[in-house]
């Protein structure tokens, strides 16, 4: 059962632009909530991540903001560059961290 | 600090025979853990370890497949009896105990035919 999910499932944005992916999950026992990036054949990197906590985190062009209430979280990647371009992963967690559940990735595009 | 290590990268095998994947965690994190993603798709939780401990393996897709953390540093994951649909990559990650910041490696592409 998909605990996580994620959309949209691809996205094309143009270079400078705002990429924006949403994430909304089920089990109210999460309490991390990391984004991970992850380029073909390679393994996902950590890119930023948030807890219940706080609404909003920034790391540079990167910000996730976070809906305790309706369950929901996004990132937004911002000045977006075709260097963004890979799939992005949401995925939640408790905090004894042994099931992180992930999303079903976004194929995000940044066309020069 | 190298990172999670896989290998092998690339293993292609006929159905029938076994696979064993071997992973290197980040040297002082007591945890590991085994993902299972096939394309399109976001990584699926298999098993972990605390240090030696299996605390975890009812999420392991089928009887068939197994790991060991024999002396609580490197894994092995292995499947026998292989079958194509067994084809995906199969990711290792690796945190400390405290803290929820989880290290993927590179991954091991498997190949049935």
């Known amino acids: 059962q998909q605990q996580v999910k994620q959309s949209p499932q691809s996205l094309i944005v143009q270079k400078g632009g705002i990429s924006i992916i949403n994430c909304a999950y089920e089990?109210?026992?999460?309490?991390?909530f990391p984004w991970y990036q992850q380029f073909p054949g390679k393994g996902p990197a950590l890119l930023i991540a948030?807890?219940?906590?706080?609404s909003e985190k920034k790391e540079g062009r990167f910000t996730i903001s976070f809906n305790k209430s309706a369950k929901q979280f996004s990132l937004h990647i911002m000045d977006s560059q075709p260097g963004d371009s890979a799939t992005y992963f949401c995925?939640?967690?408790?905090?004894?961290?042994?099931?992180?559940?992930f999303g079903a990735g976004t194929r995000l595009t940044v066309k020069p | 600090d190298t990172g999670v290590s896989q290998n092998p990268r690339h293993k292609i095998t006929k159905r029938g025979q076994n696979v064993t994947f071997r992973c290197d965690p980040i040297?002082?994190?007591?945890?590991l853990y085994w993902y299972r993603q096939t394309l399109g798709q976001g990584p699926e939780f298999l098993t972990y370890?605390?240090?030696?401990?299996?605390?975890?393996k009812s999420r392991l897709l089928s009887d068939r497949f197994s790991a060991e953390r024999p002396k609580g540093s490197f894994s092995t994951l292995e499947i026998q009896r292989t079958e194509q649909g067994d084809s995906a990559m199969y990711l290792c990650?690796?945190?400390?105990?405290?803290?929820?910041?989880?290290?993927f490696g590179e991954g091991s592409w498997l190949t049935v035919v």
């Open positions: 990650a690796s945190s400390l105990v405290s803290g929820n910041t989880i290290y």
């Open positions: 089990n109210t026992a999460f309490d991390y």
């Open positions: 948030i807890r219940p906590d706080v």
């Open positions: 995925a939640a967690t408790t905090h004894n961290n042994n099931d992180m559940r």
């Open positions: 040297s002082e994190h007591n945890r």
């Open positions: 370890f605390q240090n030696e401990a299996q605390l975890e």
